[in-house]
């Protein structure tokens, strides 16, 4: 069992920052990659920004103001997120890919952490 715990969302104004961080633990086996998704009201889950060794991506409307980086020796992720929009707003999951002691591969997900972007 793999646990992920999210945490650093809140409420902010349009243009400030927020620092989402992500820990794992448990049996996270060889962790590939580490990922941020979220989710508006109504709307469905998307990627936002992923990292694996050497390489990272995000999401169109995130490029320049979302940084993703990863701590391999915590197990763990972060998400800096600057100059913040109204329509950032949203639940953020961390997402986790890993291999397994047996060689299988699995994925898990956190509960989320709300993010709220308004004057």
């Known amino acids: 069992q793999v646990q992920l715990v999210e945490s650093g969302g809140g409420l902010v104004q349009p243009g400030e920052s927020l620092r989402l961080s992500c820990a794992a633990s448990?049996?996270?086996?060889?962790?590939?990659?580490m990922s941020w998704y979220r989710q508006a009201p109504g709307k469905q889950r998307e990627l936002v920004a992923f990292i694996t060794t050497g390489h990272s991506n995000y999401a169109d409307s995130v490029k320049g103001r979302f940084t993703i980086s990863r701590d391999s020796a915590k197990n763990s992720a972060t998400l800096q997120m600057n100059n913040l929009k109204p329509e950032d707003t949203a639940v953020y999951y961390c997402?986790?890919?890993?291999?397994?002691?047996?060689?299988?591969?699995?994925?898990?997900w956190g509960q989320g952490t709300q993010v709220t972007v308004s004057s």
């Open positions: 997402r986790l890919h890993a291999v397994a002691s047996n060689g299988t591969l699995f994925a898990s």
């Open positions: 448990g049996s996270t086996g060889s962790i590939k990659s």
